[in-house]
């Protein structure tokens, strides 16, 4: 394909160079001049011989006012018959932006369209076609590369509308302070963006403050710094500068804009006090309150560390008084953080001194540190008295004398007013005060086991008033120290043990309480009387337990051991105590067994088959005997005879020999001066397993209760067994058995709940039930009951049938 390339030359420098690849190595006026000139051969063909032509790119001026304007024309160096249309494509014909580029199909001709904006497109690549009217190529596309030329059409602008910079009050010369930028549009590769900086005016604040030029600017860099010296921030507080901004190295387009620089505060100016003393007042017995402030004045800037005040107190050595700074005035605030004594101290003189929180700069003057005087001046008030320790602590032993002096000289009042003392809270009483003199005393015998008493404390409350009636209230803790106050109580006081113990070192164990508390409680020590226990011995097996055991082999039976506890207190407390002990047979687990028991599991004595036949024998002669009891009963209840009353019988035995002995009934309330209610019961016995009780006596029933008002172990007085042989006698009789009965130390007393065994059957004087049944009433003849007595007498007329 042969080109020709027709371009506008703008300012009559600009030239459009094709080069030809067809015939290399040829000096450019001999192979193609026409394309060197193409303005002078239009309508002249390019001929290829081997190789498509290389098209350079178009270069384009931006902004052109020609348009359309011609660039370039394409043509087909191949020989059609038929027309050749040529075709455009790519970015700004087809592609956005459109519309900037055409090409006539006819002649080949790309023309610009509109005017071109380089800061928008810089380049287009374009490609040509050469087709036939059917749409057939007829040959490869050529590649049109156009490069817009830049043109100084944008101003250069800052990047901020306003710059902001600090820079130190008495900065040298050539203090670095800021630095400003701006960015041009245009080619940056151009003298179109080439930019230089300049400060145009300064203008300082407050106006006027400053007329020299204080500030210069590097015009490559837009670097700002410091030109001169004197910048003051007690004078002068900142600055503004106008600034501009030039393109074609400062001769082109322009550009403004501003930088403000202000100028910050050093600690060049030492806090002073103002005036240097002060006159204050503080209330005794009174803490952590303003008693006034102080001022000083500060020329650096205000709300900074450079102003702000930091005070001491020179002089304060017990720490009575504490200043503090007002953030907001920078006044000292002088409190009182611990009370004053008027008696003690009335008037204190106080230095204070004054520095900034942050460190004073080297180019402050040299002045020294500003110090004030403050004179405090106590106020005098009724004070309440003081306890000399509170709480009052005393340490005593629970089993204190009655009238012992606790403590002494326990307040005082710093006005040396008289005092009253009194105790507000001693809930056992124990506790005695003098009114005058405050002395505490022991009113009584304390006891470790109060519920007032924790943890071995007692807390009571002592109140003490002056003669104006200002009190004051402290606690009293006593520690109570333990003593020995009780003896150890054995435990159990029953007991069984094996009858070979001795041989096998088992026997039974015992232990002891004690109601006082350690170290006069345990250890305990056990110890058998010799002389009263002389076939026992006791072992300790720890602190607290021992084990007792025969010494020989014993018979099976009860024995009474004497053991002697003891606890480990100062002074050391011993108790006696009996044992019961039951020595019995036992079985391969050391468990009593009942003899019979004990006869079977022995190897020795009779066969089994033996043992069987003989205890049949037994139950068959038992049987044959209450046989013979019930039939010998019921003869004798049919045969009553006539005229002999219910009470007598055809026996000429007395039937009441056969009555059961029943415990007698209490005498009620008359017997109270010839018994005693007491049981000699001991509480140890008493079973694990719940058990009904005799009422108002705490003893179990079916242990016999004994009598304390007479000796024990007497014999009974003898009875009254046979009836007299007049039934008028019989009055006498049971007074006898009454007399007996009350002179007998062995029967229980007469307010004993007691006990009623089961008389059983068969008994010879029959059932009183036969007073009813044995007969009808027709049958009885009841006036031997008139012959009685006058008690008789009405019960013979109850059943006089007449």
């Known amino acids: 394909m042969a080109v020709q390339m027709l371009m506008v030359c703008l300012l009559g420098v600009l030239l459009c160079q094709v080069w030809s690849s067809a015939e290399p190595h040829h000096n450019e006026e001999e192979l193609h001049p026409q394309v060197l000139h193409p303005w002078r051969n239009q309508g002249k063909?390019?001929?290829?011989?081997?190789?498509?032509?290389?098209?350079?790119?178009?270069?384009?001026?931006?902004?052109?006012?020609?348009v359309p304007e011609n660039l370039v024309q394409i043509k087909s160096d191949k020989i059609f018959t038929g027309e050749v249309i040529y075709k455009l494509e790519g970015p700004g014909v087809d592609q956005d932006p459109k519309n900037l580029f055409e090409i006539d199909d006819k002649t080949g001709v790309i023309r610009s369209k509109r005017p071109l904006d380089r800061e928008k497109y810089n380049s287009f690549t374009l490609k040509a076609f050469a087709l036939s009217p059917s749409g057939e190529r007829l040959e490869n596309p050529t590649t049109?590369?156009?490069?817009?030329?830049?043109?100084n059409d944008n101003r250069p602008a800052f990047t901020q509308s306003q710059f902001v910079g600090t820079v130190s009050e008495f900065s040298v010369p050539g203090t670095s302070v800021m630095s400003v930028s701006a960015t041009d549009a245009d080619d940056p590769m151009t003298e179109n963006a080439y930019l230089s900086y300049f400060i145009i005016s300064q203008e300082s604040i407050p106006a006027n403050a400053v007329t020299k030029t204080m500030f210069g600017i590097n015009n490559e860099t837009g670097a700002i710094y410091t030109r001169d010296v004197g910048l003051d921030r007690e004078v002068v507080k900142g600055f503004r500068l106008k600034l501009q901004v030039a393109d074609m190295g400062g001769m082109g387009l322009t550009g403004e804009g501003e930088a403000i620089i202000h100028?910050?505060?050093?600690?060049?100016?030492?806090?002073?006090?103002?005036?240097?003393?002060?006159?204050?007042?503080?209330v005794e017995n009174r803490q952590d309150y303003e008693i006034g402030r102080v001022n000083v004045t500060d020329r650096d800037d205000r709300g900074t560390g450079n102003w702000e005040a930091k005070y001491v107190i020179s002089n304060d050595l017990s720490g009575n008084f504490a200043i503090t700074t007002d953030p907001a005035t920078n006044q000292g605030v002088l409190t009182v953080v611990k009370p004053l004594d008027y008696e003690a101290k009335s008037v204190y003189s106080l230095i204070l001194a004054v520095e900034n929180f942050n460190t004073l700069s080297n180019k402050a003057p040299n002045l020294p540190v500003s110090t004030a005087k403050v004179l405090v001046t106590v106020v005098n008030e009724n004070e309440a008295p003081h306890f000399r320790e509170d709480p009052i602590q005393i340490v005593v032993p629970e089993s204190v004398v009655p009238g012992t002096l606790l403590k002494s000289n326990i307040a005082f009042d710093p006005d040396n007013s008289v005092l009253r003392y009194e105790i507000t809270r001693d809930p056992e009483r124990w506790l005695d005060i003098n009114r005058d003199t405050g002395d505490i005393m022991a009113k009584r015998t304390f006891n470790m086991r109060s519920p007032h008493v924790k943890n071995r404390i007692y807390n009571a409350v002592v109140k003490v008033t002056d003669a104006d009636g200002v009190s004051t209230t402290g606690t009293v803790a006593i520690t109570l120290k333990e003593t020995n106050d009780f003896p150890p109580q054995l435990f159990p006081l029953s007991g069984s043990v094996c009858r070979d113990a001795g041989r096998t070192n088992s026997g039974l164990v015992v232990t002891a309480v004690d109601e006082d508390l350690p170290p006069h409680a345990a250890p305990f020590s056990f110890e058998t009387v010799d002389y009263l226990s002389v076939n026992w011995t006791v072992i300790q097996l720890n602190y607290t337990h021992a084990l007792l055991l025969p010494l020989v082999e014993l018979e099976v039976?009860?024995?009474?051991?004497?053991?002697?506890?003891?606890?480990?207190?100062?002074?050391?407390?011993?108790?006696?105590?009996?044992?019961?002990?039951?020595?019995?047979?036992?079985?391969?687990?050391?468990d009593c067994k009942s003899e019979v028991g004990a006869i079977l599991g022995s190897s020795v004595g009779i066969s089994f088959i033996a043992l069987i036949i003989i205890m049949a024998s037994i139950a068959l002669l038992l049987l044959l005997l209450l046989l013979a009891v019930a039939i010998t009963t019921c003869g004798r209840r049919h045969h009553i005879k006539k005229g002999t009353g219910l009470l007598v019988g055809e026996s000429e035995d007395d039937i009441r020999d056969n009555v059961l002995n029943y415990d007698e009934q209490g005498g009620g309330e008359e017997d109270e001066n010839a018994f005693n209610i007491d049981m000699l019961w001991n509480p140890h016995d008493a079973p694990s397993t719940p058990v009904?009780?005799?009422p108002g006596s705490g003893v179990p029933r079916?242990?016999?209760?004994?009598?304390?008002?007479?000796?024990?172990?007497?014999?009974?007085?003898?009875?009254?067994?046979?009836?007299p042989a007049d039934p008028t006698d019989i009055e006498d009789y049971i007074n006898d058995g009454l007399e007996a009965a009350d002179n007998d130390p062995n029967v229980p007393p007469y307010d004993t709940a007691l006990i009623y065994d089961y008389e059983g059957e068969g008994s010879l004087a029959g059932s009183l039930s036969s007073i009813a049944s044995g007969s009808s009433d027709g049958d009885q003849d009841y006036d031997y009951l008139s012959d009685w007595g006058p008690r008789f007498k009405k019960l013979a007329n109850m059943y006089d049938p007449r």
């Not at 044992?579 to 391969?588: A, G, M, Q, Y």
């Not at 304390?708 to 014999?715: C, E």
């Open 557 to 590: 039976g009860e024995y009474v051991v004497t053991l002697m506890v003891s606890d480990s207190g100062s002074p050391t407390l011993s108790a006696y105590a009996q044992v019961n002990v039951t020595v019995c047979l036992c079985d391969s687990f050391g």
């Open 144 to 151: 049109i590369e156009i490069v817009v030329l830049d043109q």
């Open 692 to 694: 009904s009780y005799y």
């Open 263 to 282: 100028v910050s505060d050093i600690n060049n100016h030492a806090p002073q006090f103002s005036p240097a003393s002060y006159s204050m007042t503080a």
């Open 45 to 66: 063909e390019m001929v290829r011989v081997k190789r498509d032509w290389i098209i350079p790119p178009i270069r384009v001026l931006e902004n052109s006012k020609q």
């Open 702 to 723: 079916g242990k016999q209760p004994l009598r304390k008002d007479a000796p024990q172990n007497l014999p009974s007085p003898t009875y009254p067994r046979r009836p």
